[in-house]
């Protein structure tokens, strides 16, 4: 037994190792890295297409609804107008209860003078009706790391209901942001119980965190009440006769700074983009109390002013088809390089010939049910390499024409181990009798020592394998789900699956003990993200924090199992 636990212990401690050393530089470079922020200043044109009616709303739009004075800025994450599950500021609380801006604007002009904010922007008015389009301006600064945008808007009549959006970014991997958004939706402030939209005042004591009202059935809140668009416009250059003083590129003597820069002209860039003035899904025709013309058509340049925008984030795929095509992808990657890696501890004798078989018989088998999912597009599993600039021989060798183990010295599995068995109980029947009675005696017990030290280790072997296989799925769970984050795929229902799975697996690793604190972490994030709409977008914050939460419990895994 005690070499059987050995055995067990060294290809479970190897198939980790192996993982591990493939992945080290991604958990490293997680730790370690720290984003590049952008430089200089943008002006983005912050755009509010409100569609608020008896038509989109037909059971619960009061008559006469409008909107209260839009108000949007640029700011640093130091600064937050406001966000799901935070408490609501006497700005926002003044804004959703009454429509009043001015709290608000206050609190802005003081973080701006704190260096947290760096441009804001609103009308002087409410809305006409809600249909209507409003067009603001706010000028980002990557110097002082003011490259988000947020805005807010009260629904009048209601107790405290309010749309906008929050914590939008400009600035990705130091490079300014063309064009994002998104829908408008309703949002409770959580400091008025009212039930209806002409509800008296009732004061919610103690006040709750700002939560989504969206979907709910009465009122109707089926349908998002609109849409918005932050876009640049303009990059703008410092006047070097005058500090302080921006100009926009390829202009003279036209100032722009101050609080705010919605009424501040400078060069347009680009033609209007879909959906902008009765582009899709029949935007509102009527013009808000801002307009500014002109816009960024995306990537392409720009003309007008000059220096255009062509920083514009690219997503990796567009319905959920393509998203299952780079998964399989990426799995068929990761398998690659832990076979490359597998190959590499086995030659330099760090992996033992028991552990490398099982775990590569485990990567050969999950190589070709991976490929297999890929045989449309990739007939030739090869081509991989050569797609991806894949140097890993080794691996290739392994998984496209060898499909075996490099070695057939030890154990190969639970029907190897008793032919292997069978072998040798074969061999030790077969040798000839002695010429004594004691002899004979003599081999029969030697014939029932090796039959029993065969079984033995096949059995442990067997065991090996299932923890073994189970310790490998955990890892590729943990390393899927960092990935994910990479690659900006920040909705619930992309990330609430992956995070499940990463949980499920590692129950499965018995040696992992109950008392792991890394389980504890993963499930107040689950039960966090079952609160929240499937559509919502995890904000950069809560982006790095989860990042940071998956490499501290992935290293305490590896610790704890001997990795």
């Keep these: 037994m005690a070499i059987g636990k ?3 212990s060294l290809a479970a401690t190897a198939l980790v190792v192996a993982v591990a050393t493939a992945a080290s530089t991604t958990v490293a470079d997680a730790r370690s890295y720290v984003p590049r922020g952008c430089t200089g200043k943008r002006e983005y044109e912050v755009t509010l297409w409100l569609n608020w009616s008896g038509q989109t709303h037909p059971r619960s739009y009061p008559a006469g609804g409008n909107f209260s004075p839009p108000t949007v800025a640029a700011h640093a994450s130091r600064y937050q107008m406001w966000a799901p599950g935070s408490f609501a500021s ?12 001015a709290p608000l604007r206050e609190e802005l002009t003081t973080y701006q003078s704190a ?4 441009s804001w922007s609103g009308t002087d008015a409410p809305t006409d009706s809600g249909v209507e389009k409003v067009v603001l301006k706010v000028t980002a600064d990557g110097d002082t790391g003011a490259t988000y945008v947020s805005g807010a808007t009260m629904l009048f009549p209601s107790p405290d209901w309010f ?11 130091g490079r300014w942001v063309s064009k994002k958004g998104g829908r408008l939706t309703f949002w409770d402030s959580g400091t008025d119980s009212g039930e209806t939209h002409e509800a008296d005042d009732a004061a919610t004591v103690p006040p709750t965190t700002i939560f989504s009202i969206q979907n709910r059935d009465f009122p109707a809140f089926d349908t998002p009440v609109g849409w918005y668009s932050v876009q640049a416009v303009a990059r703008l250059v410092a006047d070097p006769l005058s500090p302080g003083v921006y100009h926009a590129a390829g202009t003279a003597g036209r100032p722009h700074g101050g609080a705010s820069a919605a009424n501040t002209h400078v060069d347009q860039l680009g033609t209007p983009p879909p959906g902008v003035d009765g582009g899709e899904r ?3 025709a009527r013009l808000g109390h801002h307009h500014a013309g002109g816009h960024d058509g995306g990537d392409g340049g720009g003309g007008g002013g000059g220096g255009g925008v062509r920083d514009q984030p690219i997503r990796l795929h567009d319905n959920n088809e393509q998203y299952q095509l780079h998964s399989t992808r990426a799995d068929l990657y990761a398998i690659i390089q832990t076979t490359e890696a597998l190959e590499g501890a086995w030659r330099r004798g760090s992996v033992s010939e028991a552990a490398y078989v099982q775990a590569v018989r485990t990567l050969i088998a999950q190589f070709k049910s991976t490929a297999d999912l890929l045989s449309d597009q990739m007939p030739n599993p090869e081509d991989f390499w050569t797609q991806c600039g ?22 190969e599995g639970g029907a190897a181990g008793a032919r292997a068995g069978t072998s040798t109980a074969a061999a030790v029947a077969a040798a000839p009798a002695g010429p004594s009675a004691a002899a004979e005696e003599t081999a029969t017990q030697e014939r029932q020592q090796a039959l029993k030290r065969v079984a033995t280790s096949t059995a ?13 799925n955990c890892c590729e769970r943990f390393l899927t789900a960092l990935d994910l984050l990479q690659l900006q795929m920040t909705a619930v229902d992309q990330v609430y699956p992956q995070l499940l799975q990463v949980v499920e697996s590692l129950d499965r690793v018995a040696s992992v003990p109950a008392t792991f604190d890394g389980k504890a972490t993963l499930a107040k994030w689950l039960t966090k993200l079952k609160t929240l709409p499937a559509t919502y977008q995890l904000n950069e914050d809560e982006v790095r924090q989860l990042t940071y939460d998956l490499n501290m419990t992935y290293r305490d895994f590896r610790a704890a199992v001997g990795a």
């Design 6 to 8: 050995s055995l067990s």
């Design 90 to 101: 006497e700005g926002i609380k003044t804004v959703a209860e009454t429509g009043n801006p």
């Design 115 to 118: 260096g947290h904010v760096s």
């Design 163 to 173: 749309t906008g959006f929050y914590d939008v970014p400009v600035c990705r991997w």
């Design 282 to 284: 029949a935007a509102p």
């Design 390 to 411: 894949l140097s890993a021989q080794a691996a290739r060798i392994r998984l496209c024409r060898e499909r075996v183990p490099g070695t057939h010295v030890g154990l």
């Design 460 to 472: 442990v072997a067997g065991a090996g394998v299932v923890q073994a296989g189970a310790l490998l």
